[in-house]
């Protein structure tokens, strides 16, 4: 009987293991936890409310920085409950809190009769800046309850005087503790701070 070549050897062995190599792949990959799905939401989609007031002439007003609280800011949820801070798990805003924040402060203020709102190297003149300190931004427990708190100050811009300050703040109760209803409180107390904001602004805020 003719040996066998050790080219044949080979060639069977290495059938062998192209054959196997599925099999141990897949016994692999079915040891990993799988990912749990995570929701994304928004708030700030609601229609702004109609100035409190409608001028002729708007003001023009430049927009300052907004300050956020680092535990708010991100896309996490918070939600806090006597001294404990926690995140709503499996739920994600799309895009940072502070980000949707300065997004939705644009829209309130593209409102009928609201001043304008002047973004830096926009060639249009302002004799104030509007800056926002966001002191919370969260839900609270129990309850939940969305408790929104901002601080709006108005900066003269020709001297850097004060003209005016004025803390917001906005208590609405979600519809049950449920991702969604919370994400529809937090919708709600968005829009009651910043129509607030704007019509201060509008009412504070010194004409050229």
Known sequence: MRARKPFDMVTRNATLAALALPLLLGGCISVFPKTAPVQMYRFGDLAPAPAASAQAAPVAVLKGPIAF?????????????????????????????????????????????????????????????????????????????????????????????????KMFDADVPASGDRQTAIVAAFDQAVGQILAGVRDWTGATAPRP
């Open 69 to 165: 609280p680092p535990a708010a800011g991100g896309d996490r949820i918070l939600t806090v409950t006597g001294a404990e801070d926690a995140y709503i798990g499996g739920a994600r805003w799309v895009a940072p809190a502070a980000t949707l924040f300065d997004e939705a402060l644009l829209k309130a203020f593209d409102a009928p009769g609201a001043p304008r709102l002047v973004a830096r190297g926009e060639p249009l003149a302002a004799p104030s800046t509007l800056r926002l300190d966001v002191r919370a931004f969260e839900a609270r427990y129990p309850g939940p309850t969305i408790h929104i708190q901002v601080r709006a100050t108005l900066i003269r811009n020709a001297d850097r005087t004060l003209i005016g300050d």
